[in-house]
């Protein structure tokens, strides 16, 4: 499974452990979004004007930050020291593994006309 490195804005020490100055993240799996039910971090809900919004749950970025975090990395225990800034480096990478996957699973678009642009003759 590939690993995500996020870069934080500065370095920071743990008053018990390594410097560290960014968090490895693996990517979700079935069983964490799934079978475990945290469910997708966002989702868009009507607004009453006919429109949409986009609604974000910190918990469950939480939730994915604390399985997702590599052993080895800084630790879930030390994003504690984190600055916002970088907490939300962080959340904008749990949701992107969300996003990214929405982005490539729509479906291809087909064309019925010939690479320049005409339209193929029918074998009548």
Do not use: C
């Not at 934080?8 to 390594?18: N, T």
């Not at 490895?24 to 069983?31: A, K, M, Q, S």
């Not at 690479?115 to 193929?120: A, E, I, M, R, V």
């Amino acid at each position: 499974m590939a690993e995500h490195v996020v870069k934080l804005s500065r370095r920071y020490e743990p008053p018990a452990g390594q410097p560290f100055d960014s968090v490895v993240l693996r990517e979700p799996t079935y069983v964490d979004t799934y079978m475990d039910g945290l469910g997708i971090p966002e989702e868009w809900q009507p607004n009453g004007q006919g429109g949409g919004m986009l609604i974000t749950y910190p918990t469950t970025i939480d939730a994915y930050l604390q399985r997702l975090v590599k052993v080895g990395s800084p630790g879930y225990e030390n994003l504690a020291l984190i600055s916002s800034l970088d907490g939300k480096k962080l959340a904008d990478k749990v949701l992107g593994f969300f996003r990214e996957a929405a982005a490539t699973t729509s479906p291809p678009t087909t064309s019925s006309s010939g690479s320049d642009g005409t339209q193929p003759a029918s074998s009548e």
